[in-house]
């Protein structure tokens, strides 16, 4: 299997990413791997293929996630054909790319969806994170599994909402890794307009009724292809917990991850998430969930794995890259 890692920009990337690791594990597997940048792809002016300035991505025996990323950065980029690739795979942070380079934010599902369009297999789907990557994606699944919610950008209606949910988190639409998020407790929050106009500053905002246990933080579960990861009987989750007076569990601003064992109610967000995940060919995603609600979905470039590998001695990567070979040979 021939596969590219699309990446916000090679020279920035870290080894401790997913992507290093679903790289890792794609070279493992014997797998030409290749990594390539928001910046790095050319259509070309006569023969309309697409290419890419690739570096390949190939892990050594003695390598550690450090030299491999390394080496990665520090070789010559080749000149590929994309549309000779078997699998794509998008993990560029467009949310990161809206305020400093806007011109690269659309650039991921543009170019999967050609490369889509010519055979090779995208993931995840192209159309599809172009809504995911708002919370407005929330909206398509089951009432039942979502918290109460709000979009909009009138600062009254945001203030009447709190009047009438209580306790709730106000945050940007298209936002993540926790910038300007805000807990709520009531309409009498002395610094409800301070926080209103700090989310507004970034578009629409989306105000979510407070669930009951989302002080001691979230759970992330990984799903692939619409089911709860598993590795060897063990599930691929976690606990997000905060740390000191802040309530946002993002490990970004330094929330830390405990092991967990699902529970039945939290299994049972996902088997009601299963079936429109595939559908919209969402192949590999991180759910945030608190108690019996889904509170956030990670489709561009879910992070994590490096807790799962901490936390339980495991690499999903080997998993996911089995479930992506057996996508790309049922289409062929």
Known sequence: MRIAFFV???ATEIDEYATTRLARAASQAGHEAWYIGVGDVELGDTDGRLWGRARRADFGADDTLASYMERIKESEPERIVLDDLDAFFLRNESIDDLQERPWASPMGPVFGQM??????TVVNDPMSIIRATSKLY???FPEKIRPRSLVTRDPEAIKAFVERVG?????PLYGGKGRNVFMIEDENETNLAQMTEAVLEDGYAIVQEFIDGGENGDVRIFVLNGEVLQQDGKLAAFRRVPTGNDPRANISVGGRSVPI???????????AMRDKLRADGMFFVGIDVIGDKIVEINAESPGGMQSIERLYDMDIGTTVTKALEERVRSKS
């Open 8 to 10: 916000k920009d090679v």
């Open 115 to 120: 490369l889509k369009a010519r055979g090779v």
């Open 138 to 140: 929330l909206e398509e």
């Open 167 to 171: 306790h709730s988190v106000v945050k």
């Open 261 to 271: 064992e699902p529970d039945a109610v939290e299994l049972t967000v996902v088997e």
